[in-house]
């Protein structure tokens, strides 16, 4: 089946390092695009394709080999003069790494990838022939290579996946991307979206497995880390086992009958140690999942600039915190959403150049991408200079669409309003463009960003721009929890879902609509005890109300009390999971405690969310 | 015949090909393999000392194989150091630069381990006429 049977390990290593060499590529055609004649960015770009090129030699990729080939030997006349640096010859350069990709794909797949595009092949013999490239409608073609090309490697069909993942349908030789993306990237004759369609639904081998692996993203399981990273790992085991052999002779002392001052202080001394090691090889070993964000930041500048031409717009993207540095996975599944994110900003959120030369604007407009971690949690941020967003429109929307009712409406605050974009089924776009608004998206967006134990935020200005805040946990495997209790039995809930702790007295608790609620600071919020959500017997003494903070709700948890918070190492239950548990964790005492996933809870209620305040109060009530 | 011990400097900013230069050495019984990403590593390991072989890509950053080629001729203790060019061009000119500036062979991407083999016996030979 493979076409590279004996080479897989070499194929491996190929496709990680000459992906992220075309992916730095692509990062500096942005740049030349605006300075066409750097002889350092043409150097590069040269050395990128002729490196690629070398590469694609000892896989016997000829077809690889020879589109390298030709752009390199584009550059070469580029770097020298030879030739000069046009807007034709710039569309021509871009299909010809969006093709390079393209064929990444195909060895991805472990087969040879097939000759280029024709068009693009002839179209590159004739610049190196220095003909004159006619400036034909390039611009819609190229955007839907741009778009389409990049968005097979990473783009739409991780939708797809996403919502096969949701709704456990078994992969099927479905269109790898929705019915409208499909027929908005195939409109234009172009053979290389042509192709990708086929291969999608033709070939036998894509279907089932193939489809799964993909949705495993099977080549990214291995990870490069810098060797000084393993060796600090390495190291601090060799200190942990020392410590272990001092702990395991003072256990034979104290076994022995010792127990003077010094046994004891030697104890305390090693346990420490280990305390100090054990924490110590915990981020050691978290540090070797972490990379540079900048690795993913620098396919959207080409991302952006295809998009922003083929919408006529001048747009800017700027980078900013390359440098900060994210668990592997997560980046992973951050492609997509902050794709998504920028797709919508400069199709959405940023006005023309005309209308903003008529407001007062610069013409440019401004779309920032930055990363930076602040204490714990990592932030990314997505803003635009654009027109910003309407929370009136947006209600107006929402009920127009049927999303939320009248009475929903009157209670949405500004913040709330612009949550709405994040509902299911809501898009703002009045028509229904290639890139977006197709009505999904921003949910998913969201859901995605909330597997990761994240949290996204807009705020906006009208007339100023908008800003979708990210924040995410610096890694996945530890959670900080809040152990609540009902009773003797703790629970775990995430921490990062808690906004405050606060007594409930029954004098506070009123019933609006038959349910128990709760005025905090303006905010009526309903009161959940836990054991409803549970299906527990009604607790005897909820003293304690959790703020919890949900995407959708906000609501006040009811507790018996609280034992702390603790950083919990997740343990998942693969084959038996119940519903409403998100995983096991055990206490410093050996104690075992299930977290609890509120969304499912929540979800499992369907519309009784909510108590009488009788029930809530139970005994309280009459003791008061 | 070669020491198998013999101590190899592979150079290239790729690090999939050093990996494949390294592993068609192995092949041919050269285990000894060291490696480095341009020519101002190069110079460095160089300056370490030990190393009886360069194997060196042309293009590179920071400094090209040609660069390394011509500072290695042009430094009294290793300027008697076997370089072997590789290059993906079989391109005339290329071929004259690289003689010109005293490289001791020149092989052109993709070989096998037989091509690579073939190069290298012959820089042997020269290199024990020399010593002879």
């Not at chain 1, 003909?131 to 739409?156: F, M, Q, R, Y």
């Not at chain 1, 902050?338 to 008529?358: K, M």
């Not at chain 2, 015949?1 to 400097?9: I, N, Q, S, V």
Request: aromatic share 4%; with cysteine; proline share 5%.
């Amino acid at each position: 089946m493979s076409d590279f049977a004996g080479m897989e390990e070499l194929l491996q290593d190929f496709l990680v390092e000459a992906t992220d060499l075309l992916s730095s590529v692509d990062f500096k055609l942005v740049d030349l695009e605006r300075a066409p004649g750097d002889r350092g960015l043409l150097n590069d770009i040269f050395r990128g394709f002729h490196t690629i090129k070398g590469g694609a030699g000892f896989l016997n990729a000829g077809e690889l080999v020879n589109l390298c080939h030709l752009t390199e030997n584009l550059f070469d006349k580029l770097r020298n003069m030879e030739l000069h640096l046009d807007p034709p010859l710039m569309d021509v350069i871009l299909s010809a790494t969006a093709a390079v990709r393209h064929m990444f794909t195909h060895l991805e797949r472990g087969m040879q990838p097939p000759a280029a595009d024709p068009d693009i092949i002839a179209r590159l013999q004739a610049a190196l022939r220095g003909e004159a490239l006619a400036k034909v409608e390039h611009t819609a073609p190229i955007a839907a290579v741009a778009v389409a090309a990049p968005a097979a490697a990473s783009g739409e069909p991780d939708w797809n996946l996403l919502h096969r993942a949701v709704t456990g349908v078994v992969p099927q030789a479905a269109p790898a991307t929705p019915p409208e993306a499909q027929r908005a990237a195939n409109q234009p004759a172009d053979p290389v979206t042509h192709s990708f369609g086929r291969r999608a639904s033709d070939h036998p081998g894509f279907t089932g497995p193939t489809g799964r692996r993909d949705a495993e993203r099977g080549r990214d399981t291995s990870i490069r880390v810098d060797t000084s990273r393993l060796d600090q790992v390495l190291n601090l085991s060799g200190e942990i086992g020392l410590t272990k052999n001092r702990l395991t002779a003072l256990r034979a002392d104290i076994l022995n009958g010792r127990s003077d001052t010094e046994t004891l202080h030697a104890l305390d001394v090693a346990v420490s140690q280990l305390d100090l090691l054990v924490s110590d090889l915990q981020n050691a070993v978290m540090k070797t999942r972490m990379q540079p964000i900048g690795r993913l930041f620098q396919k959207y500048p080409r991302i952006a600039r295809d998009l922003a031409r083929s919408l006529g717009k001048d747009v800017e993207l700027d980078l900013a915190g390359e440098d900060t540095e994210i668990d592997k996975t997560m980046i992973e599944d951050l492609s997509d959403p902050i794709i998504h994110l920028i797709r919508n900003a400069i199709d959405h959120g940023v006005e023309p150049s005309s209308e903003r030369l008529a407001l007062g604007k610069p013409e440019k407009s401004l779309v920032r991408l930055e990363a930076r971690q602040e204490g714990d949690h990592i932030v990314i941020i997505v803003a635009d200079d654009g027109r910003g967003m309407n929370p009136e429109r947006l209600r107006a929307k929402a009920l127009e669409k049927g999303v939320i009712t009248d009475e929903e409406a009157n209670t949405l605050d500004e913040r709330a309003s612009l949550n709405l974009v994040f509902l299911p089924g809501f898009s703002t776009a009045e028509r229904v463009s290639d890139v977006s608004g197709r009505g999904v998206g921003m949910d998913v967006v969201r859901t995605n960003i909330q597997k990761l134990n994240g949290t996204i935020e807009i705020r906006s200005t009208v007339g100023k721009g908008t800003t979708f805040m990210i924040s995410l946990p610096l890694t996945l495997a530890i959670l900080p929890v809040l152990l609540v209790k009902l009773g003797e039995q703790p629970f775990a809930v995430p921490l990062s879902m808690v906004r405050e702790i606060l007594p409930i007295e029954p004098a506070g608790v009123q019933e609006i609509g038959g349910r128990a609620t709760m005025v905090v600071r303006g905010e009526v919020l309903p009161v959940l005890p836990l054991p409803h959500l549970l299906g527990w017997p009604p607790s005897q003494q909820a003293e304690y109300g959790v703020l919890m903070q949900t995407a959708e709700h906000n609501f006040i948890l009811a507790i018996d009390s609280f034992a702390g918070r603790e950083d919990a190492v997740i343990k998942s239950l693969d084959d038996f999971r119940p519903k409403g548990v998100a995983g096991v964790t055990t206490l410093s005492n050996g104690q075992i405690v299930l977290i609890l996933d509120m969304k499912e809870l929540l979800s499992g209620l369907g519309d009784a969310r909510g108590v009488p305040r009788s029930v809530l109060l139970g005994s309280m009530a009459k003791a008061a | 015949m070669a020491d198998p011990k013999m101590k190899f400097l592979v150079v290239d900013d790729f690090s999939t090909m050093r990996r494949i230069v390294r592993n068609l050495l192995k092949e041919l019984g050269f285990a000894n393999v060291e490696e480095a990403e341009d020519g101002v590593v190069a110079l460095q390991k160089l300056q370490g000392g030990g190393i009886e072989f360069v194997v060196t890509d042309w293009n590179m950053p920071n400094m090209t194989g040609l660069e390394l080629l011509q500072a290695i001729r042009a430094n009294a203790q290793y300027k008697h150091l076997p370089v072997l060019m590789i290059t993906a061009e079989a391109k005339k000119e290329n071929i004259i630069a690289a003689a010109q500036a005293g490289a001791s062979g020149y092989i052109v991407k993709p070989f096998t381990a037989a091509t690579l083999s073939e190069k290298l016996t012959k820089i042997f030979e020269k290199m024990e006429k020399k010593a002879a």
